[in-house]
């Protein structure tokens, strides 16, 4: 048995289920709002910047957002269409006051995100996503060509989902990995 593992053909079988392995996609991710900005009111250089950041993003179930801010200073809500196009900041779905705030989306839908601080959403700081479709706007490309029935969630903060098991591009990875390490470990035995 001690011998086994400086086998070639050891070596070589571990070797290739690290390629196949390193070659797995990855399904979910976290973006950083307004990457190398923080979360904050838009500058006057920068007025769009949600805007230009979420053009760029396609988001879906398991992705995350990260909002940096100083904890002192601001906050973030999640909130309805209405108090996204009011500004309003009573009643929020969520509020998150951390500094480092993480939200999931564990559902398809339409999300609304401001400051918490009154004054910064009429500033520009607020954010529109919408998942599933691939799209995604802030203040200047706002929700208004979407339809009045968008359908609109409650809190949706949670930890991230597995893929979903029906799925068979996100299943067809598992079970090779899965008959390699079988083979493997058959090969490992002496039984094939």
Request: with cysteine; net charge neutral; aromatic share 14%.
């Amino acid at each position: 048995m001690a011998n086994l593992r400086s086998s070639p053909r050891y070596q070589f079988l571990l070797g290739l289920q690290f390629l196949l392995l390193a070659q797995s996609r990855v399904w979910c991710y976290q973006y950083k709002v307004g990457d190398l900005d923080a979360w904050g009111i838009p500058t006057s250089a920068n007025p769009q910047v949600y805007t230009k950041w979420s053009k760029y993003h396609e988001f879906k179930i398991g992705d995350s957002l990260l909002f940096l801010y100083p904890p002192s200073q601001d906050s973030v809500i999640q909130v309805t269409e209405q108090s996204y196009k009011d500004c309003n900041l009573k009643d929020p779905i969520l509020y998150m006051n951390n500094g480092n705030s993480l939200f999931n989306f564990t559902a398809e839908g339409v999300f609304y995100f401001t400051s918490g601080e009154p004054g910064n959403c009429e500033k520009g700081q607020k954010l529109y996503i919408a998942t599933g479709n691939g799209t995604a706007y802030s203040p200047a490309y706002g929700p208004s060509g979407l339809p009045d029935s968008a359908p609109s969630y409650t809190n949706v903060f949670g930890s991230i989902p597995a893929p979903p098991s029906s799925s068979p591009s996100q299943s067809v990875p598992l079970v090779i990995m899965a008959v390699i390490g079988f083979v493997v470990c058959a090969l490992l035995n002496g039984n094939l």
